[in-house]
T-cell receptor
Framework: QQPVQSPQAVILREGEDAVINCSSSKALYSVHWYRQKHGEAPVFLMILLKGGEQKGHEKISASFNEKKQQSSLYLTASQLSYSGTYFCGTAGAGSYQLTFGKGTKLSVIP | NAGVTQTPKFQVLKTGQSMTLQCAQDMNHEYMSWYRQDPGMGLRLIHYSVGAGITDQGEVPNGYNVSRSTTEDFPLRLLSAAPSQTSVYFC?????????????FGEGSRLTVL
């Protein structure tokens, strides 16, 4: 079952902040975040594991609410290079399957 | 630093034809997977493997076969192509068995079935 992402799309001006949310109906072990630019492959941003461990890029921040099975990705002081489609992927404990949401399209304009 | 290599990058097939999408990784990852990406649908898991000789189905396995004879290679076979299989296909590998580690994606293979 795909996680649900919100919003579906957002337009920002350079320097503004954005939050992208990811929600699942099942108990989660991990939440991944990827960014994909048009015509390219998805690129890893961050992984959040149950228990609080996080791995990812220093300039990206995210949260994982284990009780609510929700995660949020925080993009601060946005730059033009942040434009792209952001995907969250979720996996349950003991699962080898990473299930992705439908994506959030972020456009940063000057 | 090749990472994950997919071939071909583009392919046009006629309905009913068969073909194999190739995927190779040089990072010694045990976990490999295939996703398809359609507009507005995100990435959907087709098949995955946790090591040589071990494969399993994902969300949308119908019409596809896989095998894993070596750690490096994970080919995806379309047995009898259908227009519904027109998509962009991504192969990905991970050191963390999919759920616990970063996925490294190939550049994608764009398949059109007429």
């Amino acid at each position: 079952q795909q996680p649900v992402q919100s919003p579906q799309a957002v337009i920002l001006r350079e320097g503004e902040d954005a939050v992208i949310n990811c929600s699942s109906s099942k108990a989660l072990y991990s939440v991944h975040w990827y960014r994909q630019k048009h015509g390219e492959a998805p690129v890893f941003l961050m992984i959040l594991l149950k228990g609080g461990e996080q791995k990812g890029h220093e300039k990206i921040s995210a949260s994982f609410n284990e009780k609510k099975q929700q995660s949020s990705l925080y993009l601060t002081a946005s730059q033009l290079s942040y434009s792209g489609t952001y995907f969250c992927g979720t996996a349950g404990a003991g699962s080898y399957q990473l299930t992705f949401g439908k994506g959030t399209k972020l456009s940063v304009i000057p | 630093n090749a990472g994950v290599t997919q071939t071909p990058k583009f392919q046009v097939l006629k309905t009913g034809q068969s073909m194999t999408l190739q995927c190779a990784q040089d990072m010694n990852h045990e976990y490999m997977s295939w996703y398809r990406q359609d507009p507005g649908m995100g990435l959907r898991l087709i098949h995955y493997s946790v090591g040589a000789g071990i494969t399993d189905q994902g969300e949308v396995p119908n019409g596809y076969n896989v095998s894993r004879s070596t750690t490096e290679d994970f080919p995806l076979r379309l047995l009898s192509a259908a227009p519904s299989q027109t998509s962009v296909y991504f192969c990905a590998s991970s050191a963390g068995y999919g759920s616990g580690g970063e996925l490294f994606f190939g550049e994608g293979s764009r398949l059109t079935v007429l």
